[in-house]
Antibody, heavy 125, light 110 residues
Framework: HLQLRESGPGLVRPSETLSLTCAVS??????????WGWVRQPPGKGLEWIGS???????YYNPSLKSRVTVSVDASRSQFSLRLRSVTAADTAVYYC?????????????????WGQGTLVTVSS | QSLLTQPPSTSGTPGQRVTISCSGS????????VSWYQQVPGTAPKLLIF???QRPSGVPDRFSGSKSGTSASLAISGLQSEDEADYYC???????????FGAGTKVTVL
């Protein structure tokens, strides 16, 4: 049974870097050719895709965030991470990690089929 | 402003059928598949429909998806009180080279 769990600081100061980790259990992040991704949701607003990473390390980022985002994978620890630099109050949101599947379709046709519970990150001094 | 347009809200009485539209363009819905997500407030989104019209195991067959050209739709038949939630469409956009979500539709069961 696949489980994803986000972890990281709930409060980040403006201009600093937001860092989150997604721990994956119940699946092999290092051998199965899945994409893994991050999605965020500001309070009271809709979903926004942040970026995705292939198990081999190839990445795709939302153009609006690309200059500030890094997504990386640590297969040995079965986890992947998000770093968002130079944060402002506009980056306050619930951050979700998710898996993109199924494997039977091309990457662009995949869906976010498993989600973490989400973690609220507030940007404030 | 999202590249995918959804109505902000819709409603129905128990047992009714409601549909939610998702309008895009040739660079997204017109050339890629659509997925739909249900989000009950305070919880994580849940995949309802993938590759336009496929249901993951465990999703009731009351939920169905369809696509035509640059638009997609989610239908909920036999509306139930537990269907009250926000619904989002999503797809890949070839121009942005990334995923895009609709702004979401709030379904209210009267």
């Amino acid at each position: 049974h696949l489980q994803l769990r986000e972890s990281g600081p709930g409060l980040v100061r403006p201009s600093e870097t937001l860092s989150l980790t997604c721990a994956v259990s119940g699946d092999s992040i290092s051998t199965d050719p899945y994409y893994w991704g991050w999605v965020r949701q500001p309070p009271g607003k809709g979903l926004e895709w942040i970026g995705s990473i292939f198990y081999s390390g190839a990445t795709y980022y939302n153009p609006s965030l690309k200059s500030r985002v890094t997504v990386s994978v640590d297969a040995s620890r079965s986890q992947f991470s998000l770093r968002l630099r130079s944060v402002t109050a506009a980056d306050t949101a619930v951050y979700y990690c998710a898996r993109l599947g199924p494997l039977s379709v091309p990457a662009a046709m995949r869906s976010f089929d498993h989600w973490g519970q989400g973690t609220l990150v507030t940007v404030s001094s | 402003q999202s590249l995918l347009t959804q109505p902000p809200s819709t409603s129905g009485t128990p047992g009714q059928r409601v549909t939610i539209s998702c309008s895009g363009s040739s660079s997204n819905i017109g050339s890629n598949t659509v997925s739909w997500y249900q989000q009950v407030p305070g919880t994580a989104p849940k995949l309802l429909i993938f590759t336009d019209d496929q249901r993951p195991s465990g999703v009731p067959d009351r939920f169905s998806g369809s696509k035509s050209g640059t638009s997609a739709s989610l239908a909920i038949s036999g509306l139930q009180s537990e269907d009250e939630a926000d619904y989002y469409c999503a797809t890949w956009d070839d121009s942005l080279h990334g995923f895009v979500f609709g702004a979401g539709t709030k379904v209210t069961v009267l």
